[in-house]
């Protein structure tokens, strides 16, 4: 099953809107998770690592400002799309790795966000 | 330079025939971590096969085997009697260092299997 969920799976919003993603772990605890974006059939683009109780770390690039990253507890990782426009349009994917596995991350399955 | 060079965009194969998806890489870390997904249409992301720098031998997962060549940097997916299922975007994805989870992607490959 599953090991790592992401909540909406879906989201349509307009322009200038604020959007909240979640990324959860389950049953198993993960310090690290990090974020990727997805333009559609393109690449995976690592946008930031999400650490629990610290600062997240952006790649070049990314706007810290733009895509808020709040990593609150063991298991639970947010991504704050503020102010949203049309070119934020994308497919958003949560990864987390096990820390007992290091060759494994687990992805989630994955946030479509339609702005208009 | 590209870290991860996935050079076909676009691959077919017939129903129960095998088929390779070529990748190669760049890194000057002597630990690094290669991995394989698959991507179907809904999105998700499927963890097929894991190779290490240090392993000896070639992964093999079931229909799936990685085809490492340490020396030529590449490692290529292998995936036997093929299947319908198996039409997907496939990436090659590389982990360098201890830095789980943080992983550069290549391109990806379009693989359309034909009854």
């Known amino acids: 099953g599953a090991v790592v969920s992401q909540h909406p799976s879906w989201v349509i919003c307009k322009s200038g809107t604020s959007v909240k993603i979640e990324c959860r772990s389950l049953d198993f605890q993960a310090t690290t998770m990090f974020w990727y974006r997805q333009f559609p059939k393109q690449s995976l683009m690592l946008m930031a690592t999400s650490n629990e109780g610290s600062k997240a770390t952006y790649e070049q690039g990314v706007e810290k400002d733009k895509f808020l990253i709040n990593h609150a507890s063991l298991t639970l990782s947010t991504l704050t799309v503020t102010s949203a426009h049309p070119e934020d349009s994308s497919f958003y994917i949560c990864?987390?790795?096990?820390?007992?596995?290091?060759?494994?991350?687990?992805f989630g399955p994955g946030t479509r966000l339609l702005v208009l | 330079a590209q870290k991860i060079t996935q050079t076909q965009p676009g691959m077919f194969v017939q129903e129960k025939e095998a088929v390779t998806l070529d990748c190669t890489y760049d890194t000057s870390d002597p630990s690094y971590g290669l991995f394989w997904y698959k991507q179907p249409s809904s999105g998700e992301m499927i963890f097929l096969i894991y190779?290490?720098?240090?392993?000896?031998q070639n992964a093999t997962e079931g229909r799936y085997s990685l085809n490492f060549q340490k020396a030529r940097k590449s490692a290529n997916l292998v995936i036997s009697a093929s299947q319908l299922g198996d039409s997907a975007m496939y990436f090659c994805a590389m982990r360098e260092g201890r830095n789980a989870g943080k992983s550069t992607f290549g391109d990806g490959t379009t693989l359309t299997v034909k009854p």
């Open positions: 190779q290490g720098s240090y392993d000896q």
């Open positions: 990864s987390a790795p096990m820390s007992l596995a290091l060759e494994t991350q687990y």
